[in-house]
């Protein structure tokens, strides 16, 4: 656990305080749910997310780490770690956690009394047995626990070998859920009606993208008080916005700037922003030809008018980037704005020998990312550049983003361990082969940082990395994110959460 965060400042906590305060609050209660309200029936909402439910399984190779994967996965599953709405760290399942000396060994002790929806109760094996299958199914997320072993050591403990020394351990266990034991590879027939520990169960999911959502009766922290949640895919703004205005959804999140205004003024509606987690990043594909050279990579960034396109298109829920992760992230150290200059951009293109009859590929996913990504062509065709705009699927876009399938990839790229551990040291690492760039000098900060107890230093260090990732244009970074929630006046308890990943267990009807 750590303390608060400050807003638009980085925590710094030691790691020492940190397990001094979990084991101080081993016996408090980590509930968010609604109490007694038992989930009885007449308190049902419906919500439309941005992004896509296409998968249950949180260690999907593919699907794991998707947002909408996410959001039902904290719905469904329980978790050794959850994180606050605020970045700071709540027990789960644990109860108490703490290092040994080197922070290579994590102990973990154990809610006692937890059971899964099917009444079986959940036990050591099945959080190690989690563990296993998720470092072996290699979703994305487990690229964090690379060589890590966990072991139940008692009924009530289990311990996390590291590899190396790694204080960010509790941080990213924010993104590992807890299953049945049993459960082995992926098999697609557990999560059409998936057994969890999580305030919800699954009461439909469907080929359309609809989960159905019901209080679990025997949550250890209490049913939630809706009696129902449905979750339909509407990928198109249009689409979510009509249904909010009919009230044939509840909640809405992700809304654009241009559309905020008319929401605001609907007596019916309640509209709150949040700062993110999350940072549009742009990365170039540095083991294509074209784009190896820095210069070159720096040059593109420095072609695009991002403060205009921002200001055009996000001017509340976006500020220009100054960092490769937000603000509200620890490890965040800003960086010296990349100044728009498209004469220079255009001489330094011509200077390293760029062949401008070179097509570049800029991929994504989601429809409402496209005017940003559009503008942005436009911007590169300015001065000569030539894109093509690959608008794809999620599920083909995860596959091609994995194979490095593209010369430039768009992402909102959230981080729901707040912690830098979880996106700078897990995704630029030579080993991590995500964007084609490979430097063993950041490689090296990025361990130490990693390793370090004091959190202090791990801020200075990522300081550090992030300034090579930044000077060597491994990406455009060119937003940080604001999320927009709207909801209806008639549901209550919404928190806003900083990585588009609201808490259904929280609310409830006014009335009901």
């Known amino acids: 656990m750590t303390r608060p965060l400050a807003s638009g400042r980085p925590r710094h906590a030691a790691l020492a ?8 609050l081993s016996g408090c209660s980590a509930a968010t749910g609604g109490g007694t309200g038992g989930g ?5 909402i419906t919500v439309a997310g941005t992004y ?3 998968n249950l399984d949180p260690a999907s190779p593919l699907a794991g780490s998707a947002t909408g994967t996410q959001l039902a996965a904290q719905a469904i599953f329980s978790r050794l770690m959850r994180p606050r709405p605020d970045g700071s760290l709540q027990g789960d399942l644990a109860t108490a956690w703490k290092p040994d000396a080197s922070a290579t060994q994590w102990t973990f002790t154990l809610r006692q009394g937890v059971k899964f929806s099917d009444g079986k109760p959940v036990t050591a094996d099945d959080v190690v047995a989690s563990f296993k299958r998720f470092i072996e199914l290699k979703s994305t997320s487990s690229a964090n626990f690379t060589g890590y072993t966990m072991t139940a050591t008692s009924p009530t403990e289990v311990v996390l070998k590291a590899a190396k020394p790694d204080a960010a351990v509790p941080y990213k266990l924010a993104i590992f859920y807890v299953l049945p034991g049993s459960l082995t590879g992926e098999n697609p027939a557990f999560f059409k009606n998936p057994v969890g520990s999580g305030p919800f169960k699954v009461e439909k999911f469907d080929a359309a993208g609809t989960l159905v959502l019901v209080p679990n009766p025997g949550y250890y922290a209490g049913a939630p008080r809706l009696g129902r949640v449905t979750i339909r895919k509407m990928p198109e703004l249009a689409a979510r916005m009509t249904a909010l205005r009919t009230g044939e959804v509840d909640l809405i999140w992700g809304i654009p700037d241009d559309q905020l205004a008319e929401l605001q003024r609907d007596s019916n509606l309640k509209v709150e922003t949040v700062p993110s987690t999350a940072v549009f990043t742009m990365w170039f594909n540095s083991s294509v030809p074209a784009l190896k050279e ?27 980037a100054d960092a490769p992760v937000s603000p509200v992230t620890l490890g965040h150290v800003p960086q010296e704005p990349v100044r728009y200059d498209p004469d220079a951009a255009k001489a330094a293109l011509k200077a390293a020998g760029f062949d401008f009859a070179t097509k570049l590929r800029l991929q994504f996913a989601n429809a409402e990312f496209r005017p940003f990504n559009q503008a942005i062509v436009s911007d590169l065709q300015k001065i000569g550049v030539q894109v093509d705009l690959l608008e794809k699927e999620q599920a083909v876009f995860t596959k091609d983003l994995l194979a490095l399938n593209w010369d430039i990839n768009f992402q909102q790229l959230s981080n729901p361990t707040f912690d830098s551990a979880n996106t700078l040291g897990r995704l630029y690492p030579c080993a991590a082969k995500r964007n084609g760039y490979c430097n063993p000098e950041l490689d090296k900060l990025l361990a130490a940082a990693g390793a370090s107890p004091d959190a202090d230093e791990r801020v200075k260090l990522y300081g550090e990395a992030s300034k090579i990732i930044w000077r060597d244009a491994v990406g455009m970074f060119p937003m940080a994110v604001k999320y927009a929630y709207v909801w209806n006046h008639r549901v209550t308890g919404v928190t806003p959460d900083p990585n588009g990943l609201p808490d259904f267990a929280g609310m409830q009807v006014s009335g009901s």
Do not use: M
């Open 40 to 44: 009885t029936g007449g308190s049902e």
């Open 17 to 24: 305080l940190i397990a001094a305060a979990a084991i101080a």
């Open 294 to 320: 820095a210069k070159v990579r720096r040059a593109l960034w420095q072609a695009v008018d991002f403060a205009t396109i921002i200001k055009r298109l996000y001017p509340q829920t976006g500020t220009l």
């Open 52 to 54: 896509p439910i296409d």
